[in-house]
């Protein structure tokens, strides 16, 4: 690690993402891949990138994060949590406009769990009246 970076750990569903921010171009590279390749899909990498394009922060850091846990999508919005903690860290005056776009707020919803004589969580089993 350089001597000047910034930490923030980013959790959704089962996804936990370590992020540090360094000084730097503005590569992002999670579990040693660049982003582009690790999550595959234009609208998460958007949404990955999101709290540094809203503080304008977007090319003045590069990210390293180590990502587990869940799937692609709860993973890029683990690191979309850990990146605004890491700015926070960064510079506590972004906290307004990060809070303001829900950047800060970790997504309590977790799968439901399945209980018994159902199906699943929810689902019964179809009813016969014959």
Request: a positive charge.
């Given at each position: ?21 360094m ?69 506590e005056?972004l ?36």
């Open positions: 690690m350089p001597e000047q970076s910034y930490y923030g750990t980013g959790h959704r569903k089962n996804a936990i993402a370590k992020v540090w921010l000084e730097g171009e503005g590569k992002i590279t999670v579990n040693d891949r660049p982003l582009d390749q690790y999550v595959a899909r234009p609208i998460l990498e958007m949404l990955v990138r999101a709290p540094l394009v809203a503080t304008d922060t977007a090319g003045r850091f590069n990210v390293m994060a180590r990502a587990n846990g869940g799937g692609v999508s709860g993973q890029a919005g683990a690191l979309r949590h850990g990146i605004a903690r890491a700015l926070l860290r960064y510079d005056s906290r307004p406009t990060l809070r303001r776009l829900g950047f800060l707020t970790r997504d309590a919803r977790i799968k439901e769990r399945k209980k018994y004589g159902r199906k699943r969580a929810r689902r019964g089993f179809q009813f016969s009246k014959r």
